[in-house]
């Protein structure tokens, strides 16, 4: 397998991909030195340092570069998806870069750990007028864009943290698994299961916050007298990919006591819609990303989606934000998709759909706003009977 560690300068890829390497668990895996070769290729070829070729020199030199990492077997590869530069970010990732890797993991660190590092590290003294505000800007930046690619070439993106000894557990699982638990590979076998039960016509709602106005989790955590603190610094800055939710899983492992469905409301604008795409012949469809058992019974008590999908780790299901959207871009090749959701978990299963809605429960996220803002030619658009509304997104 070929796999890409991505992250911002300092943020310590060689050191985590050499960690991976002693671990044992990676045996067989080789790490290129990228900045090394690039410079070896950039002399041969031009008779110059890599850093002091034109643009499109470099970008040469970057395909040439995949290129070659293709032909290899098992990889672990550090890399950049953009960097600062006169007020602005100069993308370096390629077509290349994504055909060339079978997943990309996305390391993070803390912005200020970051800017002591670069402040000790002589070939990185370019960034050390760069405030932690600015770091973490870059970091975001790379996180969207890298994310956005990723997507759109049907490979798995994960952001890792700090936790080392969980980050070790899960590559090892995930690497055991590729084939099965690939982000796409999820979602193909979950689309299989939609097909049996359409006649062409799906519709795929988000869970919590969006079917019902209450956070299902939130219940669980407190049914079981657990703080939902470690659940808050989880999913900090609205990352929700395969990592994140494998760790949750994890948090509640040993729970026992489910919230009654008696607690739990549903959201009257998308129960009406619900409603209508049902005498419209949709298959109703719940994606959750939260406790399965919790949706399962309500379903079972309340009839409200005809199919209910959720997390399944003994049959390798994590659903996590490229799940979902996976999911409706698989569908939306052969069925006509309605989508809605509430959060950046769902925001590329409503990008692939036929037809994507936001729905905003209580407040506007500001994580959502700034997609929106990123991406003037998004697909999604809003319900208006909404009464909170985003701004630059068309109203249904």
């Known amino acids: 397998m070929k796999y890409a560690i991505y992250g911002i300068s300092c943020v310590g890829k060689d050191t985590f991909i050499n960690k991976l390497l002693a671990s044992g668990k990676f045996q067989g895996y080789e790490h290129p030195k990228g900045s090394e070769t690039l410079n070896l290729m950039a002399q041969e070829n031009f008779g110059k340092n890599f850093r002091d070729l034109s643009p499109k020199d470099k970008d040469m030199i970057r395909v040439q570069y995949a290129a070659d990492l293709s032909q290899k077997e098992n990889i672990l590869a550090d890399g950049h998806f953009c960097f600062p530069k006169d007020c602005r970010y100069e993308v370096v990732f390629t077509e290349s870069d994504a055909k060339c890797y079978d997943a990309f993991f996305y390391l993070m660190a803390k912005p200020d750990v970051v800017k002591e590092r670069i ?20 970091q975001r930046n790379e996180i969207a864009g890298l994310r956005d ?48 039960f359409s006649s062409g016509k799906i519709a795929l709602f988000d869970c919590d916050r969006t079917l019902v106005q209450e956070d299902t989790g939130t219940l669980f955590f407190e049914a079981n007298n657990a703080s939902i603190e470690p659940v808050k610094k989880l999913f900090a800055g609205d990352i929700y990919t395969q990592y994140q939710f494998w760790k949750y899983q994890e948090l509640y492992r040993d729970f026992s006591v489910l919230p009654s469905v ?36 309500i379903r079972e008590e309340t009839g409200m989606t005809d199919l209910m999908l959720s997390s399944n780790p003994c049959f390798g299901i994590t659903i996590s934000d490229f799940v979902k959207g996976y999911l409706s871009k698989i569908l939306s090749q052969d069925n006509e998709v309605f989508a ?57």
């Open 149 to 196: 690619e990723c997507f759109k070439y049907n490979k798995d993106f994960i952001v890792l943290d700090d936790d080392y000894e969980n980050v070790l557990k899960f590559l090892d699982m995930y690497d055991a698994n590729f084939r099965f638990v690939d982000a796409h590979q999820q979602a193909t076998r979950l689309a299989e299961i939609c097909r049996i």
């Open 262 to 297: 008696s607690q739990i409301h549903f959201n009257p604008i998308v129960k009406n819609k619900i409603e209508e795409l049902r005498k419209q012949g949709y298959l109703i469809v719940g994606v959750t990303s939260g406790i399965g058992d919790i949706w399962h019974q």
């Open 340 to 396: 809605c959701g509430d959060s950046m978990t769902d925001i590329y299963m409503l990008e692939a759909a036929t037809q994507g809605v936001l729905y905003a429960p209580g407040k506007v996220r500001p994580s959502l706003q700034e997609y929106i803002n990123r991406h003037s030619e998004t697909n999604i658009r809003q319900s208006k009977q909404n009464n909170i509304q985003y701004t630059n997104i068309e109203v249904v």
């Open 119 to 138: 402040a000790v590290s002589e070939k990185n003294q370019k960034y050390a007028s760069l405030s932690v505000e600015d770091i973490a800007a870059w």
